[in-house]
């Protein structure tokens, strides 16, 4: 639904109109998929219209306009059928008959619409209709043919109008008084900060042109709000239509919904709403899985239960109520109407302006919103894709691209299943095991025998299997047979969990290409085969593609032409960097050369790095990060760090913290000036980024090493398809992703514009290319330290300038 002002009519497909007419029943994830419905209901209607005679016309253009209480509806679709015999009119609608489902209501009235836009154009006192249900399976054709009045036809479709009339008249404010009035809204702050201003005018250059900007915008220049206003003025210029702001953390996603706040209050009357993964936001009593299963649907769910005829109502009393939905509004609405407040949240987003939400809602191939981008299959919507915290969408783009079938569970599976009783499943089964196996026999790189008798080794191939991605079809269509006959089986869960990684990994096969390799690994015995996205550019391109201009921006994006490459930025980028807004005689940064924490020398190391944290912090009492390559080297230092100096209060991270550990880690951090206190953490965990510590609570940062990501397979795989694509194989599989870490932690320290602190950086290489030309401006005036005693003298030199 879209006014036009131009022509002052609300604007939808028939399709559109009688669907939002017709919200009745529940959600159920047991029905087909919707996407899949229409594809086969499209090859049904070809084959069906192939069959007719001469007087038959298929897919007939029908458009009407209608005044109904004030407001001009111009509604159009396409007529499956019309056919002219003896002078007598007949209009047909063709619909799939699978799984014990039949048409719709919203079905026969789309058959309506069509019958009533005949009659009013070739003013016809009555015209039949003929409703044709398709079995695929059987084909067979049922049809049902009945005959109406154009009268008739009229007062059924002003009943349809008036039910959507709330939501049309909505539009109607919206497109002509709201938007209007965003466009001469004014920056929500008197005095923008240095660099604000610079990047607010790129990102609405870069939404006017449809362009992509990529942009470096170090802390303290306000990125949240310097991109979202621009965004916001672009809407109401008429630019775009809506803004995904997406981010992977929910700290993040609350700055942009404060800032989104702050715009209203200027004047900006925008509807934002911000979605939650469905786990957190359930409110069935046992969660939305059962096991591996879905539990949304109206037998396991009371939520699901009658959704679509309750959902209109809280609706309506949301977007009467206020404009901005968090959570916590969304669920108190939700509960008073009995919904699902994650369906509900991803309902309400179609009437919001803004959306905040994680990357996964527009990137992931498993569960982008569909709702907005298949809505019209090859077309580019009128959207804004603003990206905060780019640096993080490299690999998280690998991870939504990728896909990994482990053999264990499936030859387990096997064993379980009763081979006369099932064997159909068993031959399924049997059959993909089989053929994992023949792939394990390929594993011979690297292949070495173990003590107890297992093997492991490796095998790649740029080539997908068509054997492989054959069985695994066969075995998913047999495991979804079983499961859909015997959903109380015993096995019914395992099953269906083995189904739903069989999907996954079909669904990553369709995007397979160059970009893709084919990775089987033999651990120990153990058999895994990987689907590994390489290169995420060409599918980061694609889903880019879904907007008119996407902003990727994030403190540090080093180097620029890196991300702009892996991110799928293409002829159409631009790159922007921004100096950093705050005195960087405010920093202190100082390298320590002198050490090496590569992993064959870290045990020389432990000892020495204690002397020089020591070093680092002996100057002012406070609170410091030290950031460490592994939890190992951390437990390490920290030991020796304790013994030596047991008077400094020390906080440590440890693996799998809960949000009440990692929450009371931060909370340790008191702005308690004249109290010494160190935290060791790991470089690339939860306190290395999106952390805000600022004033005393964080006054230095000591990073070990430089940041690379871990040696594996998988990243020397990385480095050999780079080597090959540019000659920067390490550079890209290791140096930029560990260099951003390092940036990143080192970020922590200067928040606010009073704050002051130090950074040190311990690692030989950072004396060395291409770390030194990695720096970003405002570290302008680093030093190196050859020993403890120059550590501790360069930074009492800088604490004493600070007095």
């Known amino acids: 639904m879209r006014y036009n002002t131009a022509c002052a009519a609300i604007e939808m497909s028939v399709r559109e109109l009688c669907q939002m007419a017709h919200k009745s029943g529940s959600i159920d994830a047991r029905r087909p998929s919707r996407i899949a419905a229409m594809q086969k209901g499209s090859e049904a209607h070809r084959r069906l219209q192939a069959r007719q005679g001469k007087s038959y016309q298929a897919e007939v253009p029908v458009q009407n306009t209608t005044l109904y209480e004030g407001i001009y509806f111009t509604v159009s679709g396409r007529a499956d059928g019309v056919i002219e015999e003896n002078g007598r009119v007949t209009v047909e609608e063709i619909k799939l008959r699978q799984g014990g489902y039949g048409a719709r209501d919203d079905a026969y009235s789309q058959l309506r619409c069509y019958a009533h836009f005949i009659c009013e154009s070739r003013h016809l006192a009555s015209i039949r209709l003929r409703m044709r249900l398709y079995d695929p399976e059987r084909d067979t054709v049922h049809d049902t043919n009945s005959e109406m009045t154009a009268a008739e036809l009229r007062v059924f479709y002003e009943g349809l109008l008036a039910r959507v009339a709330f939501f049309a008249r909505l539009e109607v404010t919206r497109r002509s008084v709201c938007l209007p009035e965003i466009e001469a809204v004014r920056f929500p702050y008197e005095n923008p900060r240095e660099g604000q201003s610079e990047l607010a005018e790129e990102v609405f250059r870069t939404v006017r042109r449809g362009k992509r900007l990529f942009a470096q915008a170090p802390t303290g220049i306000g990125k949240t709000m310097s991109t979202l206003y621009p965004a916001v003025k672009a809407l109401g210029a008429g630019y775009c239509e809506r803004i995904f702001y997406l981010t992977a953390k929910a700290s993040v996603r609350r700055e942009a919904y404060a800032a989104a706040a702050k715009l209203f209050e200027s004047g900006a009357k925008i509807r934002c ?77 179609l009437y919001c302006e803004l959306i905040i939400c994680d990357y996964n809602y527009v990137f992931d191939p498993a569960v982008y919103l569909r709702r907005f981008f298949d809505e019209n299959e090859g077309e580019r919507g009128e959207y804004v894709f603003l990206v905060d915290e780019a640096h993080n969408l490299p690999d998280r783009a690998r991870d939504m691209y990728s896909a990994t079938l482990n053999a264990a569970p499936f030859t387990e599976a096997l064993s379980r299943v009763d081979p006369v009783a099932d064997t159909k499943l068993v031959e399924a089964l049997g059959g993909f095991v089989t053929c994992l196996t023949r792939m394990s026999a390929l594993c011979t790189e690297n292949r070495q025998k173990h003590e107890d008798g297992t093997e492991s080794g490796y095998y790649l191939n740029a080539e997908l299997s068509l054997s492989l991605m054959d069985a695994a079809l066969q075995c998913r269509r047999a495991l979804d047979a079983f499961c859909k006959a015997e959903p109380l089986h015993p096995l019914a869960d395992d099953l269906s969990g083995l189904s739903a990684a069989l999907r996954r990994f079909g669904s990553i096969a369709e995007y397979y290409d160059g970009r893709f390799l084919t990775f089987a690994e033999l651990l120990h015995g153990a058999f895994q085969i990987q689907l590994y996205c390489l290169d995420p550019s060409g599918v980061l391109n694609t889903a880019a593609a879904r907007a008119r201009a996407v902003v990727f921006f994030s403190a540090t994006l080093t180097p620029l032409e890196y991300f702009v490459d892996v991110l799928g930025g293409g002829k159409q980028a631009t790159t922007l960097s921004l100096p950093s807004p705050y005195d960087p005689d405010n920093l202190c940064v100082t390298a320590v050369p002198v050490i090496s924490t590569k992993m064959e020398e870290r045990a020389r190391s432990y000892k020495r790095v204690a002397t020089y944290i020591a070093a680092a912090v002996s100057a002012r009492a406070g609170n410091y990060m030290v950031y460490f390559p592994s939890y190992e080297y951390l437990n390490a230092v920290y030991e020796r760090f304790a013994a030596r100096y047991p008077d400094v209060s020390c906080v440590v991270q440890h693996p799998g913290m809960s949000y009440a550990e990692r929450e009371g880690f931060l909370a340790a951090f008191k702005a308690d000036r004249g109290h010494l206190r160190v935290g060791f953490c790991v470089l690339g965990g939860s306190f290395s980024e999106g952390v805000d510590l600022p004033g005393s609570r964080l006054i230095g940062s000591i990073i070990v090493g430089v940041g690379i990501p871990g040696l594996s397979n998988e990243r020397n795989i990385l480095r050999d398809y780079y080597e090959h694509a540019c000659e920067r194989g390490y550079d890209y599989a290791y140096t930029y992703p560990g260099m951003n870490r390092v940036l990143q932690a080192a970020g922590r320290v200067i928040r606010r514009e009073e704050d002051c602190g130090v950074v040190v950086l311990i690692d030989s290489r950072y004396a060395e290319e291409p770390y030194l030309h990695l720096y970003p401006p405002h570290w302008q005036g680093i030093t190196a330290a050859g020993d403890a005693a120059s550590l501790a003298h360069r930074v009492t030199e800088f604490w004493r300038k600070k007095r």
């Open 273 to 349: 709403v911000v979605l939650h993964a469905k786990e957190q936001m359930c409110s069935n009593e046992g969660g939305c899985k059962r096991g591996n299963q879905s539990r949304c649907n109206p037998d396991e769910c009371p939520f699901a239960r009658g959704y679509y005829d309750r959902v209109d109502t809280a609706l309506e009393e949301l977007l009467t109520r206020a404009n901005g939905y968090p959570r916590t509004l969304i669920a108190e609405v939700a509960a008073k109407h009995r919904l699902c407040p994650y369906e509900l949240s991803l309902d309400l987003a």
